[in-house]
Structures are given as C-alpha cells and as structure tokens.
C-alpha cells in the first residue's frame, strides 16, 4: 500500500515514520510513503500556495491550481486510490475509516493549512474529507501521520501478530478489557486471579466482561444505539448486579 502525502511543510515528517510499526512496514516494503512538497507545482517565480480570501476576511487560503496540479501528479490509477483532504469539517476517523483506508492500493492525503482550502479541491477534486477530531490544528500535517498510522495497522503484514489488530479497542465496536503484566502484585494491587487460571473460556469471558463493564463507562455513546447480543446483555446484567452487591 502507497501513501502520498502533500504539504507545504515536507520537512514535518522527517522523523514522524522512523519508529514503532510504521518504520517496520517501510522496511519490509510492505507500505511505501511518499511526502510532496506543494510547492513544487506552483508556476510562478515565487512558488505561492496561498491568497487572499474573497470577501474581504482575514488570513490567506490555499490555491487550488498547485493542489490539482499535485494530486493528478502522484495519483495512479482510478480505482485503486483515494484521494482526501485533511480538515476539521471531515468524516471522524475511527477503526472502519482506518480499515477502509487500509484495503486502498493508494491514499492520498492533502494537508490543509491557513484558514483552509480553496473549496474547489473539496467540491471537485478529492473522494471525501477526514477529521481526527472536533478541534482546529494549525495544519493537516499532524493529522495526516494519524491517518497513516491509524490505517497501516489494518495493512497486512505491517502488525506482526494480527490477532492483537482484532482485539485492540474499537476493533469490534467497543473498548479493550485490561492488560496486565508482571509482577502480580504491585502496593497492594493485585492482578485478577481469573487471569492464572489456565482456563481460556473463563478468561475469554471475563475479558469480554470487562471490555464491555469498561465501554459502557468510560464511551458510553459506543453502544447506546447498538444491539448487544444475547451473551453481552448477560454479561452487562452480571455486572450490574455485582456493583449494586457492593
């Protein structure tokens, strides 16, 4: 899979893939990243972006003709990529984005800056926008390697085992159950007995317990409009009960 990301600050991501899995994916090949300088497709002596807003407002605005000129450069064929613009006004990005994203042969990511985009780029020029959350950044840039790193985990072959990929949180709609480690007791806290008990079926039912006890506090809006299966409004019932016995 081939990201291409486009920005008027290139040198951003001069570190931000050196580490973690995303550098491992580069390495085996498996995920190609490529980061273009918009300036680069500009005409004029002085390599502008960005102008002056119609209407008389503050601030300056990307141009549209360096962004077309930069998005057919790198895109290949249609059908097999994507093309989005980073932006607050976008589609929330979460795992089914990340997972979408991740079976594209291409993504192109175009890194909005200033007050924001010739509107032209979103109405005729790119498949959709993304958002990373209900706040302004000064840039695309941050959001973009989000994007990235979000959808390379769902790459196959970039996260060595993949089942840990189908239990992180959100993976099936809800939140992660509770991971520990060594040591098995640390001031007075004491690691979940069930966990030592060599019996999968149990622990695999007190982690699915736990995720949902821990969804249903902590993002509650997760499962509010979604029908739980039998098994799950047990196990929801059981820790009803069990806080109301304290």
């Not at 990511?109 to 924001?116: F, I, K, S, T």
């Not at 979103?122 to 840039?139: C, Q, W």
């Not at 149990?202 to 736990?210: F, G, V």
């Not at 509650?220 to 799950?232: F, K, N």
Request: proline letters at 5%; a neutral charge; one cysteine or more.
């Amino acid at each position: 899979m081939r990201f291409d990301i486009i920005t008027i600050f290139p040198e951003m991501f001069a570190s931000v893939f050196s580490g973690g899995v995303v550098r491992k994916a580069l390495e085996k090949g498996v995920v190609r990243i490529a980061v273009h300088d918009l300036r680069d497709f500009t005409e004029d002596k002085h390599r502008q972006v960005d102008d002056r807003p119609f209407g008389g407002l503050e601030g300056m605005v990307l141009k549209p003709e360096p962004i077309f000129r930069a998005v057919e450069a790198v895109r290949q064929a249609e059908g097999t990529s994507r093309v989005y613009l980073l932006s607050p006004q976008g589609r929330p990005l979460d795992a089914a984005l990340a997972r979408e994203l991740a079976s594209q042969g291409q993504v192109v990511l175009v890194c909005g800056r200033y007050e924001g985009v010739d509107e032209r780029v979103a109405d005729h020029l790119v498949d959709g926008e993304i958002s990373i959350g209900d706040y302004v950044l000064s840039g695309g840039e941050l959001a973009a390697a989000v994007v990235v790193d979000a959808a390379a985990r769902f790459v196959p072959g970039v996260v060595g085992k993949e089942d840990s990929v189908r239990n992180e949180s959100f993976a099936g709609g809800i939140l992660d159950f509770p991971q520990y480690t060594r040591p098995r007791e640390f001031r007075g806290f004491k690691v979940p007995q069930v966990l030592f008990s060599g019996d999968h079926k149990k622990i695999e039912r007190w982690r699915r317990k736990k995720a949902l006890e821990k969804t249903v506090r902590r993002r509650p809006d997760l499962v509010a409009h979604r029908t739980l299966a039998p098994e799950d409004r047990r196990l929801l019932e059981e820790t009803s009960n069990e806080r109301k016995d304290e």
